[in-house]
């Protein structure tokens, strides 16, 4: 009796089993914890894959040159992996004529190794992405200084370094959503022959006509000193052209010179176009004349940018001056879908702004028969304050500027900032204008 007492002490006091049994029960949980990581593991692997392939096919179907289908763009994508042709993918497409977004989700699943012990079977991968490329519109005026200054070499590279700057703005990628309008300017403005008369100006009739050109026809648009840097637009209906003069030009012989103050009808303004070849034969034909009025070129080049000046636009497509397709140009300031751009170059200081007391004298002027007239420097400053303000972009370029301290810091205060300002000289004003068109595409696309 005793050795069995002693048997049945010893079987109750041994926890051997119990360590056995407790591990038993937890063997399978540890099994199916370790097994889950497995299979999870697997899943972020594909599904991290998924997300890759979907967001590189999304942002492929986004973009406005893709001519495939959506759907056969997103699968491409996928098929590229293994399982690729088991996802199931769907899709969502928003595209007008300037943008397309495409929103996609794709989905697969994938057969546990341990998490079926669980019950859990499969598990479903689920993915989503989505991309916009859209065109930003491009509304740029360019001012060209055609000043008698230009003469020789500088002439040339302009013209060369002005037209691959149109190849450089008008690419196939941009060139439906953008216009240029070229601003061409010396002593002042010429709009063109067509676009005074449709805006009902009046032409001044007790003034001498060049007798060397019989055919010269002024139609610059004197304007008065609250037009410089002002919201509103000047009304055109019965505002006078300029006088026919001339200050320094009279007596050239230079062939590439010619004298008067207001440019040539050959080098009026190019209104809102998005033809290369149109604006680079313009810019190939420019010529030389009087004067230097930078304050005249931009704020031109401001009105053209302006939504007040319906008028302009609507006179330059009544004359044939630019195509009704830009008929909805300028756009409204602040637009998010429109950059605004004004780009000025040129090879000086502003010059006085000559008037001639009496109109019907000798074209030429001499000191005692002309007044001088207005600040052009701070009408300058006004315009450029003013069109910073508006949200449009100004670029200058001083053009062998050499130690002209007056003419830098007016070009580096009109400009956006001291980056958006270039000094140039010789050929190297094409690296300016590349630099510009770099700097916009940059613009367009953080906008």
Sequence with gaps: MTSLVRLVTSLLRSDRGNVAMIFAITLVPLIL???????????????????????????????LSQKQKTADVLKSYMNNLSYGKDVVID????????????????????GTAFMHLAGVKTLTINTASSAEEAKQNIELSLMLDMSGSMVGSKIKNLKVASQQFIDQILTDDTKDYTTISVVPYAGHVNVGAAVFDKLNGKRLTAQSQPTNDPTYKNSCFELDSSSYGSDTIPAFKDRSNLPIFTHWNYKTTDKEKRWW???????????????????????????????????????????????????????????????????????????????????????????????????????????????????????????????????????????????????????????????????????????????????????????
């Design 261 to 447: 103050w207001c440019p040539g009808e050959e080098d009026a303004i190019t209104y809102f176009s998005n033809d290369a070849t149109y604006l680079k034969a313009r810019l190939g034909s420019l010529q030389l004349y009087d004067g230097t009025g930078t304050q005249n070129a931009v704020q031109w080049g401001y009105m053209l940018l302006n939504p007040a000046s319906s008028a302009i636009v609507q006179a330059a497509i009544a004359s044939g001056q630019m195509s009704s397709k830009f008929s909805n140009r300028p756009t409204k300031f602040g637009d998010a879908d429109t950059m605004k751009v004004l780009v000025l170059m040129t090879d000086g200081a502003i010059t006085q702004q000559f008037r001639p007391n009496d109109y019907s004298r000798s074209p030429d002027l001499s000191p005692s028969n002309y007044t001088v007239s207005g600040n052009t420097a701070t009408y300058l400053n006004n315009i450029c304050t003013t069109a910073k303000a508006k949200g449009i972009t100004i670029f200058t370029i001083g053009f062998e500027l050499g130690g002209d301290t007056a003419a830098i810091n007016g070009m580096k205060n009109c400009a956006t900032s001291s980056a958006h300002f270039y000094q140039a000289s010789g050929s190297g004003i094409g690296d300016a204008f590349k630099s510009i068109s770099t700097s916009i595409r940059k613009l367009r696309l953080t906008q």
């Design 91 to 110: 899709f969502s497409e928003a595209t007008a004529l300037n943008s397309r977004k495409i929103s996609a989700t794709a989905s697969y699943s994938i």
């Design 33 to 63: 914890a370790g097994g889950a990581g497995v299979d999870l593991a697997r899943y972020e692997a594909i599904r991290v894959e998924m997300q890759d392939g979907l967001d590189r096919g999304v942002l492929a179907a986004a973009s």
